[in-house]
């Protein structure tokens, strides 16, 4: 017990604490207790893990009850933007919570039609779908790395059986971007495709995109409008043609010597034509055939037919006329012979017949039938135009004039039309489209003199202002550092200084005090023992007296040996 009195007396302020009244001692010693059991249990209070983090207010809110309820201890970050329990509890927390359906994020999906009701309308019906499918695309847009946060609204008309009444459904998509990053026209353009991709019916150009500062994103074109992208194929046309131009000339006339200008008229009309042609009737033989027919009959043998062919076989005999003078004799005798002449081409008619018969009879009956279709030439084409073709080009070229012993002399006319001829064939001149091209030699008053000293040469002027914009913040650098942040470091060091004397001079009253402790202890040891002998030598002189002949013995001997 003294041991450990003397070992916290050594601890400044314990005198003084020793000091005081007994309840005011029990009252610090309680509360030195306690500080140390706090800091106890500090030293095991558990490690927190991030739970979530960018969480919004409802989900947060939900979280945090549901942390309660499953009696989870939760903290809040310093920022508060996460949400932390203990690193053991991590994986059961988020694994409860999500038995929960907790954190249910900004949008929702299409997990809205699992919670299906029996006896939805079918107005209710549609309005899940489509907040479940505004919910998913939006999903989908916050994928980019440019988007923070997406909402997306779909207007979709009802459908309806007639066709003057049908209205083309639309879109709007409102972006919140992270800071300091910005979207493409690619990107937007992206945005605007899936959307309508995903929308049927939706027309790409029926879908507006928006900031979080309100900037129209997706440029509107009405009818016979240009977008920027159609604006940006004219442009680059008519970049890549200067471009063409100068490097042709700049080799030739010199660098600074030439300036061009090409203006392109596109048309981004999109045209689509069928057209049917037939060709005229071609000969058999150049002609394709589609069918082809043939019939062939030979009788071989067969007998003729029997009998005089014709009417007149089976006519009755005419009356026999009597050869009487006399006028009605003459009149029959005309009509006898009127009939005998028809009667002798029959007869001459059936000769014929008979001797083809015989003919026929000898060799046989052959017939042959040919019946050939031929296919009717015709050419279907469907031409669709391209999207943006160009119409007329318009090209402007100066040149320079040429400098010759120090002046400046013009071109010369074939001088001129070999340049014409280049800028030509650089730009793809076409005179069906009706291209016009324009050189003009002329002396240009805007070159840089190159007389000029450097001290008024706008490059070196440059160099030099940023020198001295250099040189100034160097200057007020050494200014605040002698000013300002010398004075702090050189007090903070003179303070560490004095801090560390006024150390060493306590170290050393202590060590003073130690000293003087020593010394007042050897002291009072030396007077304790010299009492304690006193006192054995008045109890007992006898064992005194041997101790000190023992003490002069041994001293002889020492003494001898030596």
């Known amino acids: 017990?003294?041991?450990?009195?003397?070992?916290?007396?050594?601890?400044?302020?314990?005198?003084?604490?020793?000091?005081?009244?007994?309840?005011?001692?029990?009252?610090?010693?309680?509360?030195?207790?306690?500080?140390?059991?706090?800091?106890?249990?500090?030293?095991?209070?558990?490690?927190?893990?991030?739970?979530?983090?960018?969480?919004?207010d409802r989900d947060g809110g939900a979280i945090v009850s549901a942390l309660g309820q499953l009696n989870i201890p939760y903290q809040f970050s310093d920022n508060?933007?996460?949400?932390?329990?203990?690193?053991?509890?991590?994986?059961?927390?988020?694994?409860?919570?999500?038995?929960?359906?907790?954190?249910?994020?900004?949008?929702?999906?299409f997990e809205l039609l699992d919670q299906s009701r029996f006896g939805a309308s079918q107005f209710t019906e549609?309005?899940?779908?489509?907040?479940?499918?505004?919910?998913?695309?939006?999903?989908?847009?916050?994928?980019?790395?440019?988007?923070?946060?997406?909402?997306?609204?779909?207007?979709?008309?009802r459908e309806t059986l007639f066709v003057r009444d049908r209205q083309e459904p639309t879109a709007s998509v409102l972006l919140s971007l992270y800071p300091g990053r910005n979207l493409g026209e690619d990107q937007v353009s992206a945005i605007t495709w899936l959307v309508s991709s995903s929308v049927p019916n939706l027309n790409a150009q029926n879908v507006s995109v928006v900031d979080q500062n309100g900037r129209l994103l997706t440029m509107p074109v009405g009818e016979g409008g240009v977008n920027s992208q159609q604006q940006n194929m004219v442009n680059d046309i008519e970049h890549r043609s200067v471009q063409r131009i100068l490097t042709l000339l700049n080799p030739i006339l010199g660098a600074g010597n030439v300036r061009a200008q090409v203006s392109a008229d596109m048309d981004?009309?999109?045209?689509e034509e069928t057209s049917e042609i037939y060709r005229p009737n071609q000969r058999p033989g150049e002609a394709a055939v589609r069918s082809e027919q043939s019939s062939t009959s030979i009788n071989n043998n067969s007998l003729p037919a029997e009998g005089v062919p014709g009417a007149l076989s089976n006519q009755p005999p005419v009356d026999p006329v009597a050869p009487i003078v006399n006028p009605v004799a003459n009149a029959a005798e005309g009509t006898a012979t009127e009939a005998?002449?028809?009667?002798?081409?029959?007869?001459?008619?059936?000769?014929?017949?008979?001797?083809?018969?015989?003919?026929?009879?000898?060799?046989?009956?052959?017939?042959?039938?040919?019946?050939?279709?031929?296919?009717?030439?015709?050419?279907?084409?469907?031409?669709?135009?391209?999207?943006?073709?160009?119409?007329?080009?318009?090209?402007?070229?100066?040149?320079?004039?040429?400098?010759?012993?120090g002046e400046l002399v013009a071109l010369d006319d074939s001088e001129l039309e070999n340049i014409r001829e280049l800028v030509k064939q650089a730009v793809g001149f076409s005179v069906e489209r009706g291209d016009s091209i324009s050189v003009v030699n002329s002396r240009f008053s805007d070159l840089p003199d190159t007389s000029v000293p450097f001290w008024k040469n706008n490059d070196y002027l440059e160099l030099g202002m940023s020198l001295?914009?250099?040189?100034?913040?160097?200057?007020?650098?050494?200014?605040?550092?002698?000013?300002?942040i010398n004075p702090i470091i050189q007090g903070f060091i003179q303070a560490s200084a004095q801090a560390d004397a006024r150390r060493a001079e306590q170290d050393q009253e202590l060590e003073r005090q130690q000293q003087a402790q020593d010394r007042a202890s050897e002291i009072n040891r030396y007077e304790d023992n010299l009492s304690t002998a006193r006192s054995m030598a008045e109890q007992d002189p006898r064992a005194v007296a041997m101790v000190l002949r023992s003490w002069m013995t041994k001293e002889n001997k020492d003494e001898k040996r030596g």
């Open 1 to 56: 017990m003294n041991q450990a009195v003397q070992i916290f007396s050594r601890v400044p302020g314990f005198t003084k604490i020793m000091a005081l009244p007994r309840p005011v001692q029990l009252g610090i010693a309680a509360a030195m207790i306690a500080l140390v059991a706090v800091a106890a249990m500090w030293a095991r209070k558990p490690d927190y893990g991030v739970l979530f983090s960018n969480l919004d």
């Open 80 to 109: 508060g933007t996460a949400i932390l329990v203990p690193t053991a509890q991590v994986p059961e927390a988020r694994m409860q919570l999500a038995s929960q359906g907790l954190p249910k994020a900004g949008n929702v999906g």
């Open 126 to 157: 549609q309005v899940t779908y489509q907040r479940a499918l505004e919910g998913e695309l939006a999903n989908s847009i916050q994928a980019l790395h440019s988007v923070q946060e997406a909402r997306v609204h779909l207007a979709i008309p």
């Open 268 to 271: 981004f009309a999109k045209r």
């Open 340 to 405: 005998a002449a028809p009667q002798d081409q029959q007869q001459n008619a059936l000769r014929n017949l008979n001797e083809q018969a015989r003919e026929v009879s000898a060799t046989g009956n052959a017939r042959r039938d040919v019946t050939t279709n031929y296919e009717v030439d015709r050419t279907i084409s469907h031409i669709k135009g391209p999207n943006g073709q160009l119409k007329r080009l318009s090209v402007a070229v100066v040149v320079n004039y040429r400098h010759e012993q």
């Open 468 to 484: 001295i914009k250099y040189l100034l913040l160097a200057i007020l650098f050494f200014v605040f550092w002698r000013i300002v």
